[in-house]
Nanobody, 115 residues
Framework: QVQLVESGGGVVQPGGSLRLSCVAS????????MGWYRQAPEKQRELVAT???????NYVDSVKGRFTISKVNANNTVDLQMNSLKPEDTAVYYC?????????WGQGTQVTVSS
């Protein structure tokens, strides 16, 4: 089963930027969707952004125009560039991939937006 490792979380002031990176343990081929979810304290996990093998991209409305998801390194790395961060973006961010045969999650990385 593919394994995902996230990096890039941290603490930033409102209006700042962070870049998250997710590396898969194998090159993804065929049909797949890869992306990011987040979970704030006492809230349900929500989809943030996804990108498919066809490079079809989706964002949750609250991050449109501020976050950018992109593939790096030929289908085994996905980055999430987060600009104009707000306190409400504070959450644990999880990398996720779904492909034929199942799905996998990363361990999560904390993003805290606070002055």
């Amino acid at each position: 089963q593919v394994q995902l490792v996230e990096s890039g979380g941290g603490v930033v002031q409102p209006g700042g930027s962070l870049r998250l990176s997710c590396v898969a343990s194998e090159r993804l081929t065929g049909l797949y969707v890869m992306g990011w979810y987040r979970q704030a304290p006492e809230k349900q996990r929500e989809l943030v952004a996804t990108i498919s093998n066809y490079n079809i991209i989706n964002y949750v409305d609250s991050v449109k125009g501020r976050f950018t998801i992109s593939k790096v390194n030929a289908n085994n790395t996905v980055d999430l560039q987060m600009n104009s961060l707000k306190p409400e973006d504070t959450a644990v961010y999880y990398c996720w991939v779904a492909k034929v045969g199942g799905q996998a999650w990363g361990q999560g990385t904390q993003v805290t937006v606070s002055s």
